[in-house]
Nanobody, 116 residues
Framework: QVQLVESGGGLVQAGGCLRL?????????????AAWHRQAPGNQREWVAT???????IYSNSVKGRFTISRDNANNTVYLQMNSLKPEDTANYYC??????????WGQGTQVTVAS
């Protein structure tokens, strides 16, 4: 069974930074690709960032230049470094991790609140 555990959320002031972590555990599991999504109350879930299986990164326009997705393969961990946070970044953030196939797994979410 593959389980994802997210952490790193919290309350920060506008302009601050946070680093979210998503740790994948399971028998013989390796992270091939990953994505981060977020959902604010009353809003649809929004895609934020992707690391492809090739290692390339893609970002939504709303976070480009401020957020960085990365992974630590040795520890089966995916990160989202968030800098220059804005109040509109406030949301519950979810990681999505892909293994060697098209199936994926989702984290439980971690809340990020940015105060103005």
């Amino acid at each position: 069974q593959v389980q994802l555990v997210e952490s790193g959320g919290g309350l920060v002031q506008a302009g601050g930074c946070l680093r979210l972590s998503c740790v994948a555990s399971g028998s013989n599991f390796a992270v091939n690709a990953a994505a981060w999504h977020r959902q604010a109350p009353g809003n649809q879930r929004e895609w934020v960032a992707t690391m492809t299986r090739d290692g390339s990164t893609i970002y939504s326009n709303s976070v480009k230049g401020r957020f960085t997705i990365s992974r630590d393969n040795a520890n089966n961990t995916v990160y989202l470094q968030m800098n220059s946070l804005k109040p509109e970044d406030t949301a519950n953030y979810y990681c999505q991790i892909f293994g060697p196939t098209i199936n994926s797994y989702w984290g439980q979410g971690t809340q990020v609140t940015v105060a103005s």
